[in-house]
């Protein structure tokens, strides 16, 4: 069965601080990767994807993932976090980028930054 | 430039009744889809609309039905509202394959 697993629900970092967010997947096929984030009250904006190519991926406000293939994983970092930052991350997985696919979320992963 | 609008951003319904969702999408995006997202949990897709046709449905049942319109706006309907159906609803629509561009959801209460 296709899903995507987000193994912390809750995650609190410092200030300036690096992260890491977790994201596993189980696709038959080659997967289509992708990182969202969601904001309280807001709707959910794009941080990266991956698709093929160079497994190391950037993506906005600083952030990245990398796409292990063996590990069947997709983990977000960023070097230095924001207070901004604060919010609600999912990984989802897809079978194209064409319009058409559904892709499959992960439960999020709540991240609080503490001064 | 207007990105994804959904209405009502808030509303509650009781046990049996009907509700229909509104989505407007981002300027030249032509597919919409919706995605149910309860509490705690991430998005659920429902289904999605091109040229005005259901081209992808998830595991949800025939109680969700939808709508798109010739300028490319969309419903979301359900019938026989259920306590389980009580979420914040997103809407994302595309153009040809591009990125997905989410809406801030309706959130609807079952009671």
């Known amino acids: 069965a296709q899903s995507v697993t987000q193994p912390d629900i809750h995650i609190t970092v410092s200030e300036g601080a690096s992260l890491e967010l977790r994201c596993n997947y189980s696709y038959g096929a080659t997967p289509y990767l992708f990182w969202y984030v969601q904001s309280p009250g807001q709707g959910l904006q794009l941080l990266l994807k991956y698709f093929s190519g160079d497994t190391l991926v950037q993506g906005i406000k600083g952030f990245e993932a990398e796409f292990k293939r063996s590990q069947s994983s997709f983990n977000l970092r960023k070097p230095s976090v924001h207070w901004s930052d604060a919010a609600e991350y999912f990984c989802?997985?897809?079978?194209?980028?064409?319009?058409?696919?559904?892709?499959?979320f992960g439960k999020g992963t709540t991240l609080s930054v503490s001064s | 430039d207007a990105g994804v609008t959904q209405s009502p951003t808030h509303l509650i319904k009781t046990r049996g009744q009907q509700v229909t969702l509104r989505c407007s999408p981002k300027s030249g995006h032509d597919t919409v889809s919706w995605y149910q997202q309860a509490l705690g949990q991430g998005p659920q897709f429902i289904f999605q609309?091109?040229?005005?046709?259901?081209?992808q449905r998830g595991n949800f049942p025939d109680r969700f039905s939808g709508h798109q319109f010739p300028n490319y706006s969309s419903e979301l309907n359900v019938n026989a509202l259920l306590l389980g159906d009580s979420a914040l609803y997103l809407c994302a629509s595309s153009f040809l394959g591009g990125e997905l561009f989410f809406g801030e959801g309706s959130r609807l209460t079952v009671l």
């Open positions: 609309y091109y040229e005005e046709e259901e081209r």
């Open positions: 989802a997985v897809g079978a194209s980028f064409q319009a058409g696919t559904a892709l499959i």
